[in-house]
């Protein structure tokens, strides 16, 4: 309905411009002639004829600016489906796929300078053909079909030098929009590290970072100022002023050559040939003139828009190939499909599919499970999507089952992968061998290391990821989330930070224990069936730990705890130690107070025994070092 109503609007814009131009032509001929009332008249009709033409250009941007706004608002809509979607679209094609960087910069600024081109484009090329068309007619019949025929072959030439000139702007679109991208990225980075990089005092090297990537960016965009500034005056000479020039030469041709004129020109013109008054006869040349130049004008205008819509259809075609390259990514990751699956260009570069690489993903995940469930499933860091490396094996085979009830804690040093565990039971790495099952979404929570705050009151901090809607529709109330609190010891939240509805950047006011039990205040509240927690407690003190896990255990919350702390052995049944073996991929899975278990830990103390039976070497190690030092120290 909008383009309609656009398109209307773009056709009585041009009957409006009919109108001026034949009025403009009465009011210089009655101005030649001395005529005051007609000149009057005429400048009456002009104000009034400004109005409904003022409200037609206005309301004809308007709607251009509607349809460029409804257009992204489609898009926006269709790629958070997409983006957004329960297979973690916006966690793969980041951290999975590599196809692209910065995906942020896609959806917010390319997207946006996308539906603008494309809505201006169809204004630019709408209205000129509409003008283009009834323009033709009209000076068809006022200078003949002489005129016509060179006004078309100077637009066909003026096509064909343009294009052959015009640089490449698609792909210099393109490149921009990527290297507009890295410098977004580079500051968002420097954002969400803030923090760190200021502990590191890594300043200098962020500035330099930051400096180079503008640095590609402003010397793109000069290069292409400077490949515009030559385009643009070739352009400029050729429709401007070659074709006011020609515009001359055509709207002259009723008067040097009556015979090749147009039926409006003869009828008109007749009278004044068979009137001895030579005034007259000039007032009337000149009133054809003038409305004839109008037209030319006009016309001109028209055919230069269409005209230096070949750079902007260049521009959107580089806009439209940053949008295609985003929808392609998404739509492949959605799918699950990496790399190229056309199998003649796989025989052409002779591609082999790697072990563990993303088209090599063989694995089945099963959901609604009662439990937990790895059959022979390889724990295996995925590589990146976009040149399907190999993937890194962390556990081998991993074949374990976990009961409701039977809590578990998952051990192990730096690197062998217990995080990366929580992750495939996730869904965010694929199951590349084997079968994962577990429950459904409502029945199982994860805690991650990085504890998440949203911006939200301190209410939505509690219940995440539900809204205050659904809070009430479930039947909870504050009295509830207050009760919740007391559990994880933080009933002092709300009277400190002024109530449930306060909002604040919690990340920046919560100390790290409070971040650590505010998530699992949000376990509590939603109280699954299981509940992953990663290295959750490592900020709280131990008896707060205690309180934290014997509540879950109370509600009835099968725990599977990540962490390298064997404190918390007692709060599980079974301990799996990840990087065994000669490889560090074997895994051991132990029942606590079982008699392997009770060796394992008598075997860490006597570790930490023979450990602590070298305390007085070290100690002497360490004089002696001292007082070479301070020898040397002495010497100089």
Request: net charge positive; hydrophobic share 40%.
């Amino acid at each position: 309905m909008l383009l309609l109503i656009h398109t209307l609007f773009l056709f009585v814009r041009t009957y409006l411009s009919l109108v001026i131009a034949k009025l403009d032509g009465r009011i210089v001929r009655d101005l030649i002639a001395a005529n005051g009332t007609g000149f009057v008249k005429g400048l009456v009709y002009w104000l009034l004829i400004a109005i409904p033409a003022s409200y037609t250009n206005s309301i004809i941007k308007f709607l251009q600016s509607k349809v460029s706004l409804e257009f992204r608002t489609r898009l926006v809509r269709y790629i958070h489906d997409i983006y957004l979607d329960d297979t973690l679209n916006f966690y793969k094609v980041s951290n999975i796929d590599g196809g692209i960087e910065g995906i942020d910069q896609y959806i917010t600024a390319d997207l946006i300078k996308f539906c603008d081109a494309a809505a201006s484009l169809y204004s630019n090329l709408g209205k000129p053909a509409v003008d283009f068309m009834i323009f033709s007619y009209q000076l068809r019949r006022n200078l003949g079909p002489l005129a016509v025929v060179g006004i078309f072959s100077n637009y066909f030439a003026t096509a064909w030098l343009l294009k052959a000139m015009a640089p490449s702007f698609g792909l210099l679109t393109s490149v921009e929009g990527r290297l507009e991208g890295e410098y977004r990225n580079a500051h968002s980075k420097l954002i969400t590290n803030a923090e760190e990089i200021a502990f590191y005092d890594g300043t200098s090297l962020e500035r330099s970072i930051l400096i180079k990537t503008y640095a590609r960016l402003a010397s793109h965009i000069r290069a292409i100022l400077r490949i515009k500034v030559s385009y643009i005056m070739f352009e400029d000479f050729i429709i401007k002023y070659s074709w006011s020039a020609l515009g001359y030469l055509f709207s002259s041709l009723p008067v040097f050559l009556p015979n090749w004129s147009g039926d409006d020109a003869k009828t008109e013109m007749a009278p004044s040939l068979k009137s001895a008054n030579k005034d007259f006869r000039e007032r009337d040349r000149m009133k054809q003139f003038i409305t004839n130049k109008r037209l030319m004008l006009s016309l001109a205008d028209a055919g230069s828009r269409m005209m230096y819509s070949i750079k902007d259809l260049s521009e959107l075609a580089g806009y439209t190939a940053r949008v295609y390259s985003m929808l392609a990514t998404l739509h492949r990751v959605h799918a699950n499909a990496y790399g190229n699956k056309n199998p003649q260009v796989r025989a052409r570069k002779q591609h082999k599919v790697k072990l563990y690489s993303l088209e090599d993903v063989q694995g089945t995940m099963h959901e609604g499970f009662d439990g937990i469930r790895f059959e022979h499933t390889p724990i295996v860091v995925p590589g990146l999507g976009r040149d399907l490396s190999a993937g890194e094996l962390l556990v081998n085979d991993l074949n374990i089952r976990i009961n409701p009830g039977e809590h578990l804690l998952i051990s192990g040093s730096n690197g062998t992968g217990k995080s990366a565990v929580a992750r495939v039971l996730g869904g965010l790495w694929p199951v590349f061998r084997g079968l994962v099952s577990k429950p459904l979404n409502r029945d199982i929570s994860f805690l991650p290391q990085k504890p998440y705050l949203s911006n939200g009151s301190l209410r939505e901090q509690i219940i995440y990821p539900s809204s205050e809607v659904e809070m009430y529709e479930a039947g909870k109330t504050d009295s509830d989330l207050l009760d919740i609190l007391r559990m994880v010891r933080l009933e002092y939240l709300p009277d400190r930070e002024g109530g449930w509805n306060t909002k604040k950047q919690w990340k920046d006011v919560f100390s790290g224990g409070e971040k650590q039990r505010v998530m699992f205040a949000r376990i509590l509240y939603k109280r699954p069936r299981f509940a992953v927690i990663d290295e959750g407690t490592s900020a709280v003190s131990s008896d707060v730990e205690g309180l934290l896990y014997e509540t879950c255990q109370k509600l009835g919350i099968t725990l599977v705890t990540i962490s390298h702390r064997p404190s918390l052995l007692r709060y599980h049944k079974a301990q799996l130690r990840l990087g065994e073996g000669a490889h560090g991929d074997e895994w051991v899975l132990e029942q606590t107070g079982t008699d392997e278990a009770r060796l394992s830990v008598e075997r860490e103390i006597a570790e930490l025994e023979e450990q602590l039976g070298k305390i007085d070497e070290l100690k002497a190690r360490r004089n002696e070092i001292a007082d070479l030092l301070l020898g040397k120290k002495a010497t100089k």
